[in-house]
């Protein structure tokens, strides 16, 4: 058993609120460059929808990510010497318009109108090439729906459903998904960098673009399935998110986390054991691979697990963050949260607690069996969720969607003065104290509660050093 620590992400669906908050200050401060227009590291994509750039989700056109096949696990886009005999030549990267040509207007155009008959108006143009531009896509192109008639069709978490039922406006659905670079265990991004830029950080799992040794290929970004590696076309080198280690190196949550308004983000540590990380990737069919996910992840109330951590060198505030995780919590202890397509194989490690949508429930009923019943008659269709989050296996969404009903049906007994609704907790294998620390985390934590990170040794300088080399120097 091989010990690592790793900082992790659980998102709660049910309470996005689509504001796009999250991905503001994260483009202020990280993206706010030439050569960076069009990169979110941070976006919120509404569901369903094909997303940004266009059809990531589908690896049939973006060949990102592993697959299995008769050789064992290999990268999608093929391995190294397929690389380097194509290495001027990438056919599998997203082309600019499939991400979106980021547009600026001459505001000062506005201000210094003369006084008119009718309000000035300003066209938006290119920020690639100063040209007017004919808006046709954008970033968040498809919030709240719009377009779903025409892009609909393209969003592969169909799969197994009649795609045209959920296009009628009576049946549609809508959620939000926040997306970041998920900072895998068995990153796809690092696995295709010919030059060895990408790296996975020891300490933390922090998966970061070395700009020094960057020589542009590109094929981190075409390698990655969630396509959240982007190609500077100033600096001519790649980059992605950080994780925000220079604050979480201090404690501090990442600022897409800290500015979260529907406080739906949760980071924390987890344990997991390395020598699992082959096996996993290869489990034998994508259903398989979320639980052998799950089985890679320790418990760090174990005290075998603990003893073993301590003499790997795991430093005392690393276990004591992790004995605390939140995302350790949601994930492994409650099955509330799921990973985003397993079925990539990159072992990703932000999470999410798939979304209620209490419209077309009846939620005052208390008999267990018809919990399950409601939450299959839920307004988002379980097979959506089930390919969006575990390869299509129903199984997990339903546990998770049925406990957080469960609590909801437990609480709302409390709160109107009734007898605590205990056997509604029970026919979903929650217990009480079980149940109000779910409700307490869902619901009311501070952010003490909700972000649970150590501190980098004192001796760790080296790691603030890396800035320079790990960051973007001095255009940050
Ligand atoms: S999600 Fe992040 S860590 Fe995973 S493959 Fe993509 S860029 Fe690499
Ligand atoms: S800030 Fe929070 S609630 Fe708003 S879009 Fe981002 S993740 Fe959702």
Redesign the pocket.
């Known amino acids: 058993m091989k010990i690592k620590a790793q900082y992790a992400m659980v998102l709660n669906l049910d309470k996005c609120i689509g504001c796009h908050t999250c991905s503001l200050p994260c483009n202020n401060v990280w993206t706010n460059r030439k050569g960076a227009e069009y990169m979110w590291f941070n976006n919120v994509e509404c569901k369903p929808g094909i997303g940004y750039p266009r059809k990531w989700e589908n690896q049939q056109i973006h060949r990102?990510?592993w697959t299995l096949g008769e050789k064992g696990l290999q990268l999608a886009a093929g391995g190294r010497v397929h690389k380097t005999l194509n290495i001027f030549h990438n056919p599998d990267l997203p082309t600019i318009d499939q991400y979106y040509e980021p547009w600026d207007y001459d505001y000062a155009k506005l201000i210094e109108s003369p006084a008119r008959q009718h309000q000035p108006a300003i066209r938006p143009r290119s920020q690639l090439t100063g040209e007017p531009l004919d808006l046709q896509w954008g970033p968040n192109w498809e919030d709240d729906l719009a377009g779903l008639a025409t892009t609909g069709g393209g969003d592969v978490n169909f799969k197994n459903l009649e795609v045209a039922t959920y296009l009628q406006f009576r049946n549609v659905f809508m959620f939000w998904l926040p997306r970041?670079?998920?900072?895998?265990l068995?990153?796809?991004?690092?696995a295709?960098c010919p030059s060895g830029a990408?790296y996975?950080r020891e300490e933390d799992g922090i998966?970061l673009v070395d700009q020094e040794r960057c020589r542009g290929w590109r094929y981190?970004v075409s390698?990655?399935?969630?396509?959240?590696?982007y190609f500077n076309w100033h600096t001519g080198r790649a980059e992605?998110?950080l994780f925000c280690y220079p604050r979480t190196e201090a404690g501090q949550t990442t600022l897409c986390a800290h500015s979260c308004v529907g406080r739906i983000r949760y980071v924390g540590v987890l344990l997991y054991d390395a020598e699992r990380i082959a096996q996993a990737a290869a489990a034998p069919t994508d259903q398989a691979v979320y639980p052998a996910q799950m089985e890679m992840l320790l418990d760090p109330e174990d005290p075998e697990v603990r003893r073993a951590a301590k003499a790997q060198g795991l430093a005392d505030n690393v276990l004591a963050a992790a004995r605390r995780s939140p995302v350790h919590a949601l994930i492994c202890r409650w099955r509330l949260a799921l990973p985003l397509h397993p079925e990539?194989r990159?072992l990703?490690?932000?999470w999410y607690v798939p979304p209620l949508s209490p419209v077309s429930v009846q939620a005052d009923t208390t008999d267990a069996q018809d919990q399950v019943d409601q939450v299959d008659r839920m307004r988002i269709p379980i097979t959506y969720l089930a390919n969006l989050l575990t390869a299509g296996d129903e199984v997990p969404v339903r546990l998770a969607l049925s406990r957080l009903m469960a609590v909801r049906q437990y609480m709302r007994s409390l709160r109107l003065g009734q007898t605590a609704d205990t056997q509604v907790l029970d026919k979903v294998g929650l217990d009480l104290p079980t149940a109000d620390r779910i409700y307490h985390l869902l619901a009311l934590a501070r952010l003490d509660d909700r972000f649970v990170l150590p501190t980098a040794p004192a001796g760790d300088a080296g790691i603030y050093k890396r800035q320079g080399t790990c960051g973007f120097g001095d255009a940050m």
């Open positions: 990102g990510g970041l670079c998920e900072h895998c068995n990153p796809a991004c690092v295709s990408l996975k998966v981190c390698g990655c399935p969630y396509k959240k590696v992605k998110c990539f990159t990703p490690m932000v």
